[in-house]
């Protein structure tokens, strides 16, 4: 059964991949798996972008498939967002804020936000990035759960971390106190088409600046008006990939 399914797999057969990232989610025969696929053919870019509930990351990673196909690169996006109270779970959310030409097979989008709850996938996210990197994707997106704790360990997960944050939440200490910042590779301000980005980014880039590691960009985007949209994407192209990443990836789930 495992067997056929990996060898579909090899044959880049999708429902092959959808199937063994749901056993990959919720904890089933991940070392067989993870055996069976073997390492990737050429590195895939990994970025994730994260931030705090409602911030847009759905939306703005619809924006970045569209970058990604006009590139000619193949996409996949795993969005692990939680079944946030406040928008009554995002599943249905994702595919429909996401729109993929259903007949472009460059692009993959899997919602994992039902996938043993948002603890468990998040503890697997770097097996779930491995096999899409073991697929063949040039890009890998993640749409990982909003600010806390698991966004720091992501970071050794991604070539590119990407924090977003809006204006006027009224937590704007959040970002500090977390440490976010100081793991982002790119800030965006986004939501920019509302009033305040300009403040939030201000205060961002005053922040970077009394820290002592290299400064990320910061970047106001509106996915709403696509302003910004193809900056980030060159910011997030210029980016070195993180050397490792891809081991890191693939033990993330033993070495936890
Ligand atoms: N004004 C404005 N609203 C936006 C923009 N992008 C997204 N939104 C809105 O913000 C809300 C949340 O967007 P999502 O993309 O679902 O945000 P999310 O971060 O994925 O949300 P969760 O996964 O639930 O944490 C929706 O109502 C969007 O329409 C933008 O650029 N400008
Ligand atoms: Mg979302």
């Not at 600046?209 to 290299?214: C, K, N, T, V, W």
């Amino acid at each position: 059964m495992l067997d056929e399914l990996l060898q579909r797999f090899q044959r880049r057969d999708r429902n092959a991949l959808a199937r063994l990232l749901s056993l990959v989610a919720h904890g089933e025969r991940v070392d067989d798996i993870l055996h069976g696929i073997g390492a990737p053919a050429k590195p895939a870019r990994v970025v994730a972008l994260t931030g705090g509930g409602g911030v847009g990351k759905s939306t703005l990673a619809g924006k970045l498939v569209e970058q990604a196909r006009l590139h000619g690169l193949t996409v996949c996006v795993l969005a692990c967002d939680p079944q946030s109270p406040l928008t009554g779970g995002a599943l249905l959310g994702d595919r429909f804020r996401m729109p993929a030409r259903p007949d472009d097979d460059g692009v993959f989008i899997r919602s994992l936000a039902a996938a043993g709850g948002r603890g468990a996938v998040a503890e697997r996210l770097g097996p779930l990035i491995y096999l899409c990197e073991s697929f063949g994707f040039d890009v890998v997106l993640v749409e990982t759960v909003g600010a806390g704790q698991g966004d720091t360990a992501v970071h050794a997960l991604v070539d590119v971390l990407v924090l977003l944050l809006q204006p006027e939440t009224g937590d704007d200490l959040q970002w500090e106190k977390a440490g976010l910042l100081e793991v982002a590779d790119v800030v965006v301000v986004h939501k920019a088409d509302m009033p305040g980005a300009e403040r939030v980014e201000a205060q961002v880039l005053a922040t970077l600046a009394l820290s002592a590691g290299a400064a990320a960009p910061v970047l106001r985007v509106s996915a709403r008006t696509g302003a910004g949209v193809e900056a980030l994407w060159s910011a997030i192209a210029a980016r070195p990939l993180r050397r490792g990443r891809s081991d890191a990836t693939r033990s993330a789930e033993k070495n936890r």
